[in-house]
C-alpha cells in the first residue's frame, strides 16, 4: 500500500482555518472545536490516500471541495507529478459572501 499523498496548507487556508477557530471558541465550547479537528483529520487522511473522492468545485484548475461538518468547505488541487495535495481555502459557509464576515 502507497503512503498516499502529502497534503500542504496554503498560509490563506491557514488564516481561514484560524478565524474559524477564533469563532467557535468565542461562540461555542471545546466540543465544537474537538470535532472540527476530528472531521478535517478525517477529511485529509481521505484526500491524501484517495483525492478524487470529493466532487470538482465550481471553479478552475482542477479544484475540489470537501464539506466539513456542513459549515465550511475545504477546497484542495492535486499535483499528481508532486503527490502533493494543496489545500487552498478553508471557507466558512457562514460568511456573508459581500461582506466575506462570519
Known amino acids: 500500500m502507497t503512503n498516499g499523498y502529502s497534503v500542504f496548507w496554503t498560509d490563506h487556508a491557514l488564516e481561514e482555518l484560524d478565524t ?4 467557535l471558541w468565542l ?11 476530528r472531521s478535517i483529520e478525517s477529511i485529509l487522511a481521505n484526500i491524501s490516500q484517495n483525492p478524487m473522492m470529493y466532487p470538482r468545485s465550481d471553479m478552475s484548475g482542477g479544484i475540489r471541495r470537501a ?3 456542513r459549515f465550511n468547505t475545504l477546497y484542495y488541487r492535486l499535483d499528481p507529478d508532486d503527490r502533493r495535495i494543496e489545500v487552498i481555502s478553508f471557507y466558512s459557509n457562514r460568511k456573508d459572501p459581500e461582506s466575506q464576515e462570519l
Not at 20 to 23: S, V
Not at 27 to 37: H, K
Open 20 to 23: 474559524t477557530i477564533e469563532y
Open 27 to 37: 461562540n461555542f465550547s471545546d466540543v465544537e472545536v474537538s470535532r472540527l479537528g
Open 67 to 69: 464539506v466539513v461538518l
